[in-house]
């Protein structure tokens, strides 16, 4: 129990560290102007990196304490955060249309499956150990680990609804999922938007409406991000909306299945056998040495 506690507070503590990393430029009297985006945080990237992949691998070795199940389902997010490094590595060398990339299906399934905090844990590394592969890591790659988990912590969420509607194992199941997986395709290019945005002046190009400054209210503040968003990103991120729908429309429910087996042979609840009556403890005895041997 303890464990437990201590790994969710850590989880609690991660997730406000990566709301504080993205929102705190915002109140700062004053933000430098970058005429290129990629520098956007590259004084303080290098750290948040380090403090999230710090807490995630604390997180991770909590996990293998507890219980030998724990350790099983450890490695088996190994395997699926390699797997998901290979399928973005296919996607760098062979881009697809707009924002979509085929990573995010297994980010949502193994968070939906498995529990929100496995689902950040999926989504984080997958960023960190596909950024590290391609090559395309850069003071971007923190916000993107966060934004990731997030997306995977959340999928736990769509469990009540499914459950509601009496879709699991069905296909109204897979579409809930499409749906989260597509709306998440879109608040994906819309996090990462902030990431950069507070940096950016009328003078990288479009009109003045589409910037921020210090000092402006939270109200125009969100008006002008979201025309910002409009006019910039909305098509991009509509490509990945379109690919994470058909791809979890397509590839769901496999892995669903492979991922529900695995979920039964590696994850259980302990219970305390009865204490036999006198007249059940000869076939409790009988069936106590049967398992044993």
Request: aromatic letters at 12%; one cysteine or more.
């Given at each position: 129990?303890?464990?437990?506690l201590?790994?969710?507070?850590?989880?609690?503590?991660?997730?406000?560290?990566?709301v504080?990393?993205f929102?705190?430029?915002?109140?700062?009297?004053?933000?430098?102007?970058?005429n290129n985006v990629?520098l956007a945080h590259a004084?303080?990237?290098?750290?948040?990196l380090?403090l999230?992949?710090?807490?995630?691998?604390?997180v991770?070795?909590?996990?293998?304490?507890d219980?030998?199940a724990n350790?099983?389902?450890v490695a088996?997010?190994g395997?699926l955060?390699a797997?998901?490094?290979?399928?973005?590595?296919?996607?760098?060398?062979?881009?697809g249309?707009g924002?979509?990339?085929?990573?995010?299906?297994l980010?949502?399934?193994?968070?939906?499956?498995?529990?929100?905090?496995m689902?950040?844990?999926?989504?984080?590394?997958?960023?960190?150990?596909?950024?590290?592969?391609t090559?395309?890591?850069g003071?971007?790659l923190p916000?993107?680990?966060?934004t990731?988990?997030?997306?995977?912590?959340?999928?736990?969420?769509?469990?009540?609804?499914?459950?509601?509607?009496g879709?699991?194992?069905k296909?109204?199941?897979?579409?809930?999922?499409?749906?989260?997986?597509?709306?998440?395709?879109?608040?994906?290019?819309?996090?990462?938007?902030i990431?950069f945005w507070?940096y950016?002046t009328?003078?990288?190009?479009?009109g003045?409406?589409?910037?921020?400054s210090?000092?402006?209210?939270i109200?125009?503040?969100?008006?002008r991000f979201?025309?910002?968003?409009?006019?910039?990103?909305l098509l991009?991120?509509?490509?990945?909306?379109?690919g994470n729908v058909?791809?979890?429309?397509?590839?769901?429910?496999?892995?669903?299945?492979?991922?529900?087996?695995?979920?039964?042979?590696?994850?259980?609840?302990y219970?305390?056998?009865?204490t036999?009556?006198?007249?059940?403890?000869p076939?409790?005895t009988a069936?106590?040495?049967?398992a044993?041997?």
């Amino acid at each position: 129990m303890t464990r437990r506690l201590l790994s969710a507070s850590i989880y609690v503590m991660t997730s406000l560290m990566g709301v504080a990393a993205f929102l705190y430029p915002f109140w700062l009297p004053a933000v430098a102007a970058q005429n290129n985006v990629g520098l956007a945080h590259a004084g303080d990237a290098p750290l948040v990196l380090t403090l999230l992949a710090g807490c995630a691998f604390a997180v991770l070795l909590l996990e293998v304490q507890d219980v030998a199940a724990n350790a099983k389902v450890v490695a088996l997010l190994g395997v699926l955060v390699a797997i998901n490094s290979v399928l973005r590595f296919a996607e760098v060398a062979i881009p697809g249309p707009g924002g979509f990339s085929p990573i995010f299906l297994l980010i949502v399934l193994t968070g939906y499956v498995f529990g929100g905090r496995m689902g950040f844990l999926m989504g984080a590394l997958t960023l960190f150990v596909s950024g590290i592969i391609t090559g395309s890591a850069g003071p971007w790659l923190p916000y993107q680990m966060f934004t990731a988990g997030w997306m995977g912590m959340s999928a736990v969420l769509c469990r009540p609804l499914v459950r509601l509607l009496g879709g699991e194992g069905k296909w109204t199941e897979v579409a809930l999922l499409a749906l989260f997986a597509g709306i998440w395709g879109l608040l994906y290019g819309a996090v990462m938007n902030i990431w950069f945005w507070p940096y950016l002046t009328a003078s990288d190009g479009g009109g003045p409406g589409l910037y921020w400054s210090p000092g402006m209210s939270i109200a125009m503040t969100l008006r002008r991000f979201g025309a910002f968003y409009l006019a910039t990103s909305l098509l991009w991120d509509l490509m990945r909306f379109g690919g994470n729908v058909a791809l979890m429309l397509v590839a769901g429910m496999p892995v669903l299945r492979v991922l529900h087996r695995f979920r039964r042979r590696f994850i259980f609840v302990y219970r305390p056998a009865p204490t036999p009556t006198e007249e059940s403890r000869p076939v409790a005895t009988a069936a106590y040495r049967k398992a044993a041997a």
